[in-house]
């Protein structure tokens, strides 16, 4: 028998998707890789990544390095990568200040990566949604850029490219942990769910924000669970890391603390299932 096919799935979560970072290091460790990964919005980012041949490792020392502090970060993107305000902010409108897409994923994603979907090392689905028909999007092919861009697009916050002339919005939209599109021919199937889910509310009265984020959450948490009542993963994984805001991208190493025993946890649900196998 040859070596286990393992399909993985990486959820989005904004900042929570750091966590993916040490779950692909228990594939690293193992000495494993995976057949497949498929992933929505941060895990869209991250899988890209990992796809294209980064090394868990790797990704963990660049976000300590680029995500340390607010000022490492500024000067990585306006000093290093040579980047203006006006090259990743939009003004759309008065009252609408966007982030671009592309230009965010251009500077996350380093530049010796290859360019297209299906050049990378691990085959690969990104997971989007596309707005205009209502629906589900399933990119495996082209720009990586673009898709990942798509994916990540947070209605009123991201502004994402139009795909083949529709636009397109985060993939959590549809499905947050798009585990049912690496599950085909696999013998394991791994999902990670970086949701979170709403902060205990400090006030008796939350803001309009606090209750807008918090409803998002709950309908992603609740499609993830219908998903999963049906054809549910072989290994699901829910790092601890809810205590984290999704726009906590200053807190790397925090949140790689926090998903310490959810590695263990994966690796040793992992091994189990290998060893089974083998």
């Not at 660049?62 to 340390?68: A, F, P, V």
């Not at 798509?150 to 549809?174: C, F, K, N, Y």
């Not at 942990?177 to 970086?194: K, L, S, T």
């Not at 699901?236 to 590695?263: L, M």
């Amino acid at each position: 028998m040859g070596e286990p096919k393992i399909g993985l799935a990486l959820g989005g979560g904004g900042a929570r998707g750091l966590a993916h970072i040490p779950m692909l290091e228990v594939f690293d460790e193992l000495g494993v890789k995976p057949a497949i990964i498929a992933g929505c919005s941060m895990g869209a980012l991250i899988g890209a990544a990992y796809a294209c041949g980064m090394t868990a490792r790797d990704m963990r020392l660049q976000s300590e390095k680029i995500l340390g502090n607010r000022m490492g970060a500024a000067r990585y993107v306006f000093g290093t990568r040579g980047s203006k305000i006006g090259d990743i902010f939009s003004l759309r409108g008065l009252l609408s200040l966007h982030l671009h897409g592309e230009k965010l994923v251009d500077l996350a994603l380093p530049d010796s990566l290859v360019q297209n979907i299906e050049e990378t090392k691990i085959p690969l689905r990104i997971i989007a949604t596309d707005f205009e028909r209502m629906e589900e999007r399933v990119l495996s092919q082209g720009s990586i850029v673009k898709a990942v861009a798509a994916s990540i697009a947070i209605p009123g916050l991201i502004v994402g490219p139009r795909i083949e002339g529709h636009i397109h919005v985060d993939g959590g939209v549809t499905n947050p942990v798009p585990f049912n599109h690496v599950r085909e021919g696999m013998d394991i199937v791994v999902a990670i769910d970086v949701t979170g889910k709403p902060k205990a509310l400090a006030r008796a009265h939350p803001s309009n924000m606090e209750l807008a984020v918090g409803s998002i959450l709950i309908m992603f948490n609740q499609m993830a669970e219908l998903r999963r009542a049906v054809a549910p993963p072989d290994i699901y994984i829910r790092p601890e890391v809810d205590s984290f805001g999704s726009g906590e991208f200053f807190k790397p190493r925090e949140i790689f603390e926090a998903a310490t025993a959810s590695k263990d946890k994966l690796k040793r649900a992992l091994e189990l299932r290998l060893n089974r196998i083998a």
